[in-house]
């Protein structure tokens, strides 16, 4: 009897150390990406779960009697913000490629609150893992999920005096307009409003994948990367706007690498966040925009709500041929590319990306008429 109880507990501590053994595996797999381990503790790390305030908390909270009468001028619209658990979903993409447009649509349902190009200080240029002020970056980025202001002072100044990054945010502007507007750059007003909506959607252009990997440390975040075919981007890049001139904007070299480098990171991603990281194409979401937004919605755990068809049937229906407008039919887009760009910039783009364009789904063109006659989108060759 005394055998078999020794018995049972060694098969007991076996198993017991062989599971611990693959925790630590598998953590250890995440820490290489994300750069951060368990212990260190850094912005960011999963916290304990995070309750919605309700707006008379909210307004009890705060001692500015201009705040206070805003939120109760809220309060109409805040009965609207449907049952919702805390999420926070990324959009991740690069310039030209529809982040925009889908960030848009996201941003309608009526419970989020969003963050629009929360990088734009860094200008044109592209952040890496390997960037000098990855640290600064990421805390600006975790914080603003979690509602946290009190380490964005650059990003604070830079919104005052471009009043775009929060006019995105029409949920915020709305506030913001009924008050004296310096009282909205104030850290701890932004995160009394802020509080008030379940959902957070963050549009990033600027951050390539690998850095961004860290805040999904954070259970709420889900993180979309939205790509679109580079001879798309680089013509859009060259004829829609003028003011793509550095080189990480310019050239499709470096479109390419990042492509490629995003590309590989998504595959890690995917298989070390399950069920917490989406590809989308550009091309997917223009040629099926109400399947597509719902699946993403989907994806993030919300319904998809009328308020978010009312956005889609009143901007499809649109056409404002503007570079930075999202009322137009996606559609017409797709393909101007290839009645605009010389193809020998078509050459270019096509050798510099040949490996990412061909898992993304993107066929090469052999001849300026193969290009006229062609259809650029093909199958995904994700494994």
Known sequence: MVKKRCLVVSCGLLMACYLALNTLTFLSQITRLTGVSEAEGEPGEAREEYTLPSLEQVI?????????????????QHSKVPPTPPVRLVVSSTWRSGSTLLAEVLAAHPGVYYHYEPLMSYGLQQLSSTHTSKGEIL??????????????EEYLEFAFTNHEVFVRNTRLWSMCSAMPRSKCYNPDTLARLCSLFPVHVMKVVRARLELLASLLRDPRVRLVWLVRDP???????KNSVTWCQTRACSDAGYLCSDLEEDFNTYL?????????????????????????????????GLTFHREVQDYLDDHLTSDEDEPWSTRHDPMTRVARWMKVMHFEDVVTTQYQCHSVMKNLGYRRFNSRTDMDNGNAVGLLNVP
């Open 231 to 237: 001879r798309a981007v680089m013509s859009s890049r």
């Open 60 to 76: 009890q909270s705060v001692q500015d009697l201009d705040v206070q009468r805003v939120l109760r001028m809220y309060s109409e």
């Open 268 to 300: 890690v991603l995917k298989e070390n966040f399950p069920g917490r990281v989406m590809l989308l194409r550009y091309e997917d979401l223009a040629r099926k925009p109400y399947e597509k937004s719902r699946e993403i919605l989907h994806f993030a």
């Open 139 to 152: 805390q600006v980025l975790q914080g603003l999920l979690q509602c946290d202001y009190s380490s964005a």
